[in-house]
């Protein structure tokens, strides 16, 4: 089958083809970056302040506090085990419904059981 001209010089010029498209991207990279270069430089101004103290002794039960410069106090709480009402049509799986069988209870056909989990939330 015979080539067209266009793909020859494709294949003829693929080296130089490549180193030009290398430039182009490069070029462009530089570009964006100079443009953003204030959000770059603000990234860098944050830094730990100092490295945590892992020696300390943490109770399991209390509840975990973290703090961040500039943002809300986020605290974890435990979520307890419960039942939730399904969208319609919807139907609880089989390990849900046999982890609620496991606790003693039966759920309908529009609940499935939601296991306890920990959850963050802002202060």
Known sequence: ???????????SHKTELVVAGSVVLT??????????????KKLDAV??????NHSLNISPDAPIVIAVENEPVL????????????PQG????????????????ELANN?????GYPRSYAA
């Open 90 to 105: 919807y139907r609880p799986s089989g390990a849900k419904i046999a982890e609620a069988a496991q606790l003693g209870i």
């Open 1 to 11: 089958m015979k080539e067209n001209k266009f793909t020859m010089w494709v294949k």
């Open 27 to 40: 070029a462009l990279g530089v570009i964006l970056l100079s443009e953003s270069w204030e959000s770059v």
């Open 111 to 115: 609940q499935t059981f939601v296991s």
């Open 47 to 52: 830094k730990p302040k100092k490295a945590l």
């Open 75 to 86: 605290k974890i709480i435990d979520v307890r085990e419960h039942l939730r009402n399904l």
